[in-house]
């Protein structure tokens, strides 16, 4: 008995650590998997399982994909001469919900935080320089958050880049300013990514 709700209560604290779900949505949804033909649960089990053991970042952009490259990287149809950068696997999807940018993606892994010790060395920053180095890349195009730290990544990158000849970019300003690019519409999005502007 007591090693059974050991067991609801460990699921109910983990998924609690999950964004947007509270100790009450964790006991609603532990509950709603232990019920029934707890099929739900063994499924979800097995997705958990499965993205954990084939999901890995991609050798080229570093956005998250099953197998070596991810099938941006790998689409002939994109035009490699442009690069966007940005923070997260996530802001790709939601760069590529806008159809903006037809070129490829550089995931840096986050930002920089000096006060927190998260330096130029936890970003695949020096992984986009050796890209931009190889050649063949015409703009680098800057999508970090319109934070003080996103803009202070975007800086230190382009920084980086100076002296490769590539066309640097940054998003227009006009997304809401202090918050991570999730927030914006795609409309916003897209407004933001045409209006880019030369650094
Ligand atoms: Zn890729």
């Known amino acids: 008995m007591t090693n059974d709700q050991g067991a609801i209560a460990t699921l109910q604290e983990e998924l609690a650590k999950l964004p947007g779900i509270g100790p009450k949505s964790a006991e609603r949804i532990a509950h709603f998997l232990l019920s029934g033909d707890r ?3 063994v499924t979800l089990g097995d997705a ?9 970042p991609c050798k080229e952009c570093f956005n998250l994909c099953e197998g070596e490259m991810c099938p941006i990287c790998r689409d002939p149809r994109r035009d490699a001469g442009s690069i966007c950068v940005v923070e997260t696997p996530r802001d790709v999807a939601l760069f590529e919900r806008t159809g903006s940018h037809r070129g490829l993606y550089h995931v ?9 010790g998260f330096g130029p060395d936890r970003l695949t920053l020096s992984a986009l320089a050796q890209r931009v180095r190889r050649g063949g890349v015409r703009e680098v195009i800057l999508a970090t958050s319109p934070t003080l730290e996103g803009d202070g990544t975007a800086l230190y990158a382009s920084n ?4 490769t000849g590539v066309a640097i970019t940054k998003l227009a300003r006009g997304l809401p300013s202090g918050s991570s690019l999730e927030l914006a519409n795609p409309q916003m999005l897209a407004d933001a990514f045409d209006g880019r502007r030369t650094l």
């Open 39 to 41: 099929e739900a649960a």
């Open 48 to 56: 958990l399982r499965q993205v954990v053991e084939k999901v890995r």
């Open 108 to 116: 840096l892994g986050g930002r920089l935080a000096p006060l927190d």
């Open 160 to 163: 980086l880049l100076a002296g």
